[in-house]
C-alpha cells in the first residue's frame, strides 16, 4: 500500500473514532496540494470534516488544486466570511482561475476589498481566457529599466521583498523593458548576485530568450516549457509590450491536467468527474457512451448475421471470429494512439501524411504477413481444413490493414469535424475493424468453403 493510500485510511479512520488529535496531526503532515487529493478521495460528509480541520492558508491551497465539481462543493457549504480569508490569500491569477465558481456576492465583496494595485492585475488576467498564456500568467512581472545599474536592481529587490514581505514565486530572472513596457530582454538573478553592482543593466541582459504570446493556448505554453526547458517566461501582446509572467509551477498544473482530462475522456468522462458524485447523475453520464458502445456492437452483429446461413454450417467460423476482430482492433488502437498523439502535438500535417501512411501500412504489411501465415497454419491444425487455413489467414491480413487505415483516417476525419479524437477515436474504430473483420472472413467463407 502506498504512503498516500496509507494516509487516506489513517484519516478516515480518525473520522470514524471522532479522533480530533490524530486527524489534525494527520492533516498537518501533508501539503495543500495532498490534502487536495485527500479530500476527492472522501465522502461528501467526510470531506467537510476534513475542511474544517484546515487553516486559512491551506485552505486557499485546497481550494486552487481540488477539481472544479468538488471545489464547488466547498464553496457551497463554507460561510462567505471564512471563504474570503481564504481568498484573499491567493495570486491574482490564482483568483481567476476559479473565480467562475465563486457566487456573484463573494466575488464583489472581493474585488471591493482589493487595494488598485492587486485589482488592476486581477482585471488584467480575468481578460484572458483560463486556457490560454494570458490566462496563466502572473501579471506581476517584476520588470526593470535597462538603463539602470545592478545596485539599484538590488536596491529595488529589496524594496519590492520589504513591500510584498516576499519575493515573487519561482523568481529567477528579471523582465527587461523600455520607457514604453517593451521587452527588452532578461536578466537572470544569477548575474545579479555575482557581477560588479557599477554595470548597467543593457550590458548584461540576455537578448535571445522565449516570449510567450498572450493568446497562445496553453498547450502551446506547456510545449515551450518542455521544448526550451525554461523556468519562467515573459508574456507578451502583440507589439511586444510585457503582460506577465508565466512559470514551471503553473505548467506542471497545465500537463496534469492535461493527463487528467485525456484520461477521462479516453474512457467517455467529464474531465471534472467526481469519485464521488451523485449516483443518478453519475449514471446517466456513463449511459451515454454505453449506448453509443451498444449501438456500434449492434451494428457488428448485423454484419454477422448476414452470414447465419455460413455458421450454421461450419462451428469453426464462430471460434475463430473473435481472433479476426481482436487483431485488427490491436492493430488499428496502436496507429490510432501516434495519430492522435501526433495531432495533439501538431505533428501531423499535409507534408508528412503520405509518409505516415506509407510508414504504418510498411510495418502491418509486414507483421500480417507474419501472422497470416502463423494463424492460418494453426487453424488448418486445430479443424484439418487447409481452405479454412486460407481464410482465416487472408481475413486476417486484410482486418490488420483496414485496422492501420482506420487508425490514421478516423482521428484525422474526427479532428475535422471538431470532435476530440481521444474520445470517440476507439468506439469508431472498434466498430470499423470489427465490421471489416467480420464481413472479410465470413465473406471469404462463404465464396471458398
Given at each position: 500500500?502506498?504512503?498516500v493510500n496509507l494516509r487516506i485510511d489513517q484519516i478516515h479512520e480518525a473520522i470514524e473514532r471522532q479522533d480530533d488529535v490524530t486527524?489534525?496531526?494527520?492533516?498537518?503532515?501533508?501539503?495543500?496540494?495532498?490534502?487536495?487529493?485527500?479530500?476527492?478521495?472522501?465522502?461528501?460528509?467526510?470531506?467537510?470534516?476534513?475542511?474544517?480541520?484546515?487553516?486559512?492558508?491551506?485552505?486557499?491551497?485546497?481550494?486552487?488544486?481540488?477539481?472544479?465539481?468538488?471545489?464547488?462543493?466547498?464553496?457551497?457549504?463554507?460561510?462567505?466570511?471564512?471563504?474570503?480569508?481564504?481568498?484573499?490569500?491567493?495570486?491574482?491569477?490564482?483568483?481567476?482561475?476559479?473565480?467562475?465558481?465563486?457566487?456573484?456576492?463573494?466575488?464583489?465583496?472581493?474585488?471591493?476589498?482589493?487595494?488598485?494595485?492587486?485589482?488592476?492585475?486581477?482585471?488584467?488576467?480575468?481578460?484572458?481566457?483560463?486556457?490560454?498564456?494570458?490566462?496563466?500568467?502572473?501579471?506581476?512581472?517584476?520588470?526593470?529599466?535597462?538603463?539602470?545599474?545592478?545596485?539599484?536592481?538590488?536596491?529595488?529587490?529589496?524594496?519590492?521583498?520589504?513591500?510584498?514581505?516576499?519575493?515573487?514565486?519561482?523568481?529567477?530572472?528579471?523582465?527587461?523593458?523600455?520607457?514604453?513596457?517593451?521587452?527588452?530582454?532578461?536578466?537572470?538573478?544569477?548575474?545579479?548576485?555575482?557581477?560588479?553592482?557599477?554595470?548597467?543593466?543593457?550590458?548584461?541582459?540576455?537578448?535571445?530568450?522565449?516570449?510567450?504570446?498572450?493568446?497562445?493556448?496553453?498547450e502551446h505554453v506547456a510545449r515551450i516549457f518542455q521544448d526550451c526547458d525554461l523556468l519562467s517566461a515573459p508574456v507578451v501582446d502583440?507589439?511586444?509590450?510585457?503582460?506577465?509572467?508565466?512559470?514551471?509551477?503553473?505548467?506542471?498544473?497545465?500537463?496534469?491536467?492535461?493527463?487528467?482530462?485525456?484520461?477521462?475522456?479516453?474512457?467517455?468522462?467529464?474531465?471534472?468527474?467526481?469519485?464521488?458524485?451523485?449516483?443518478?447523475?453519475?449514471?446517466?453520464?456513463?449511459?451515454?457512451?454505453?449506448?453509443?458502445?451498444?449501438?456500434?456492437?449492434?451494428?457488428?452483429?448485423?454484419?454477422?448475421?448476414?452470414?447465419?446461413?455460413?455458421?450454421?454450417?461450419?462451428?469453426?467460423?464462430?471460434?475463430?471470429?473473435?481472433?479476426?476482430?481482436?487483431?485488427?482492433?490491436?492493430?488499428?488502437?496502436?496507429?490510432?494512439?501516434?495519430?492522435?498523439?501526433?495531432?495533439?502535438?501538431?505533428?501531423?500535417?499535409?507534408?508528412?501524411?503520405?509518409?505516415?501512411?506509407?510508414?504504418?501500412?510498411?510495418?502491418?504489411?509486414?507483421?500480417?504477413?507474419?501472422?497470416?501465415?502463423?494463424?492460418?497454419?494453426?487453424?488448418?491444425?486445430?479443424?484439418?481444413?487447409?481452405?479454412?487455413?486460407?481464410?482465416?489467414?487472408?481475413?486476417?491480413?486484410?482486418?490488420?490493414?483496414?485496422?492501420?487505415?482506420?487508425?490514421?483516417?478516423?482521428?484525422?476525419?474526427?479532428?475535422?469535424?471538431?470532435?476530440?479524437?481521444?474520445?470517440?477515436?476507439?468506439?469508431?474504430?472498434?466498430?470499423?475493424?470489427?465490421?471489416?473483420?467480420?464481413?472479410?472472413?465470413?465473406?471469404?467463407?462463404?465464396?471458398?468453403?
Amino acid at each position: 500500500m502506498s504512503q498516500v493510500n496509507l494516509r487516506i485510511d489513517q484519516i478516515h479512520e480518525a473520522i470514524e473514532r471522532q479522533d480530533d488529535v490524530t486527524l489534525n496531526n494527520l492533516i498537518s503532515e501533508v501539503s495543500a496540494s495532498e490534502t487536495a487529493r485527500l479530500i476527492e478521495a472522501s465522502t461528501p460528509e467526510n470531506r467537510m470534516v476534513i475542511w474544517g480541520c484546515l487553516d486559512v492558508q491551506k485552505r486557499a491551497g485546497v481550494l486552487k488544486s481540488v477539481h472544479g465539481k468538488v471545489r464547488q462543493y466547498l464553496i457551497d457549504n463554507t460561510p462567505q466570511n471564512a471563504l474570503l480569508d481564504s481568498l484573499f490569500l491567493l495570486q491574482p491569477d490564482e483568483l481567476a482561475d476559479i473565480d467562475d465558481d465563486l457566487p456573484a456576492t463573494v466575488i464583489n465583496a472581493m474585488i471591493a476589498a482589493m487595494d488598485e494595485l492587486r485589482k488592476a492585475r486581477y482585471n488584467r488576467v480575468k481578460h484572458y481566457p483560463n486556457n490560454t498564456a494570458g490566462g496563466l500568467m502572473d501579471a506581476d512581472a517584476t520588470a526593470v529599466r535597462a538603463d539602470v545599474s545592478i545596485l539599484s536592481v538590488l536596491r529595488y529587490l529589496r524594496i519590492l521583498r520589504k513591500k510584498e514581505d516576499e519575493m515573487p514565486r519561482q523568481l529567477d530572472s528579471l523582465m527587461v523593458v523600455d520607457r514604453t513596457n517593451k521587452l527588452l530582454g532578461v536578466l537572470p538573478l544569477s548575474e545579479i548576485v555575482s557581477l560588479p553592482t557599477d554595470i548597467l543593466v543593457a550590458d548584461i541582459l540576455e537578448q535571445n530568450f522565449q516570449a510567450i504570446p498572450v493568446d497562445a493556448s496553453q498547450e502551446h505554453v506547456a510545449r515551450i516549457f518542455q521544448d526550451c526547458d525554461l523556468l519562467s517566461a515573459p508574456v507578451v501582446d502583440h507589439n511586444y509590450r510585457l503582460l506577465g509572467r508565466i512559470t514551471i509551477d503553473d505548467v506542471v498544473d497545465v500537463i496534469q491536467q492535461q493527463a487528467d482530462n485525456k484520461m477521462m475522456r479516453s474512457a467517455g468522462l467529464d474531465t471534472n468527474t467526481d469519485m464521488f458524485s451523485p449516483i443518478i447523475s453519475s449514471a446517466y453520464k456513463r449511459g451515454y457512451w454505453l449506448g453509443i458502445n451498444l449501438i456500434t456492437a449492434f451494428l457488428a452483429a448485423w454484419v454477422i448475421g448476414l452470414f447465419e446461413a455460413v455458421i450454421e454450417q461450419l462451428i469453426a467460423l464462430a471460434v475463430l471470429m473473435p481472433v479476426v476482430a481482436s487483431m485488427g482492433g490491436v492493430a488499428g488502437s496502436q496507429t490510432l494512439t501516434i495519430v492522435t498523439r501526433g495531432i495533439a502535438l501538431n505533428q501531423i500535417g499535409r507534408k508528412n501524411l503520405a509518409q505516415l501512411i506509407f510508414h504504418e501500412a510498411s510495418v502491418v504489411f509486414l507483421n500480417g504477413l507474419v501472422w497470416a501465415v502463423a494463424v492460418a497454419v494453426i487453424a488448418f491444425y486445430w479443424f484439418g481444413d487447409p481452405i479454412l487455413g486460407m481464410v482465416f489467414g487472408v481475413a486476417l491480413l486484410i482486418v490488420l490493414i483496414t485496422g492501420v487505415i482506420g487508425g490514421i483516417f478516423i482521428p484525422l476525419v474526427l479532428q475535422r469535424m471538431s470532435i476530440d479524437p481521444a474520445v470517440a477515436g476507439s468506439v469508431v474504430l472498434t466498430t470499423f475493424t470489427d465490421a471489416i473483420g467480420f464481413f472479410s472472413f465470413l465473406g471469404l467463407a462463404a465464396i471458398f468453403i
